[in-house]
């Protein structure tokens, strides 16, 4: 009978793979020389209209002539995250399928999504924005500066109900917490799929506050429908000249914190083509249009990418873990 050696099958797999190795990697090179042949898919983990959505739409329009393709986006909200995150993750990892990723989806992979997803099992492509956060209440409402709602919000058998996207933990969460720690004042947490949602509330008087971003606040404050209180940020923001900074208004808040916006996608997207798609973001956000809109909207660009993306993801993945262990919602 004739006898199976068992190193023989390792032998010729090996000897398969250097046959096969050099035409997979002509193969892929040749991908990412042509990329991109199709229309790019932009997955959104938040509602129309929140300020994720109009950084994606903005990107998408002025990516396509540099792309040469259509750009499309796609909302998938849902779980702080999670269900753009189970899409991408499935997605085949040849750059055509991207998402945004903002701060609170590393909050999220801290907390709601422990165990099911970690940062290190996606590719970090581009970070394209830095967005300070906001204090915004209704224009009718009672308090009239920082000072008067951390006041009111101090006073015994008073708890502020403050509305915002995501859950406890969630970045714009941190945020508040960051000067509700300050000021030394409760209050309650309540969570919205984004901040639109978050400031209909608000105009509904179903919370008292709202933390967000300017994006979603500014039409509202020049139509005279909100307040807005103070920006967490060292300087105060051009489309919002008569708002102080927190630290103007006697609150001395690390200013470090902020939300960010970037494109991410599956894990093992080819490093060539992943340099392809940053260069070509990275394009677009030179565009005229564009840049009226980082303007109107109080934004601050971003210039990471890839390697040095992913290390700063690293960076505040750290921080904030730090802040969702003292808020109790992590071990």
């Not at 409760?186 to 919370?207: C, D, E, F, N, R």
């Not at 967490?232 to 102080?244: E, K």
């Not at 900074?245 to 093992?268: C, H, L, M």
Request: hydrophobic share 40%; with cysteine.
């Amino acid at each position: 009978m004739k006898k199976f050696w068992p190193h023989a099958l390792p032998a010729a797999a090996c000897t398969a793979l250097w046959i096969l190795s050099p035409a997979a990697n002509t193969h892929a090179a040749e991908a990412a020389a042509s990329f991109p042949t199709k229309p790019i898919t932009i997955v959104v983990h938040t509602g129309p209209g929140s300020s994720t959505d109009i950084f994606a739409r903005e990107l998408a329009m002025a990516a396509e002539p540099v792309f040469g393709k259509p750009v499309v986006v796609v909302n998938r909200p849902g779980g702080s995250g999670a269900t753009q995150m189970a899409l991408l993750k499935e997605a085949k990892p040849d750059g055509y399928t991207v998402g945004v990723n903002t701060a609170s989806h590393l909050t999220a992979m801290r907390t709601n999504l422990k165990d099911v997803y970690k940062w290190q099992d996606f590719s970090w492509i581009t970070l394209n924005q830095l967005d300070p956060y906001i204090t915004v209440v209704a224009a009718d409402s009672p308090y009239k500066t920082l000072s008067d709602l951390v006041e009111a919000g101090k006073k015994p058998g008073t708890t502020l109900k403050v509305g915002g996207f995501g859950t406890v933990g969630a970045a714009h969460n941190i945020a508040f917490n960051m000067l509700a720690e300050k000021a030394d004042m409760p209050m309650t947490w309540v969570s919205y799929t984004g901040g639109p949602q978050a400031m209909t509330a608000l105009l509904g008087k179903h919370i008292d506050v709202v933390n967000t971003n300017p994006g979603p606040a500014l039409q509202f404050a020049e139509a005279g429908r909100v307040r807005v209180l103070g920006i967490l940020d060292d300087q105060r923001a051009s489309s919002l000249p008569d708002t102080p900074t927190y630290k103007e208004a006697g609150y001395d808040v690390n200013t470090s914190w902020k939300q960010i916006r970037g494109i991410f996608g599956p894990k093992d997207i080819p490093m060539d083509i992943q340099e392809k798609l940053a260069a070509g973001f990275f394009k677009a956000m030179e565009a005229p249009s564009f840049q009226k809109y980082m303007e109107t909207s109080a934004q601050i660009a971003g210039d990471k990418k890839t390697v040095e993306y992913a290390a700063f993801v690293d960076e505040m993945d750290q921080v904030g873990y730090k802040w969702l262990q003292q808020l109790g919602v992590t071990q």
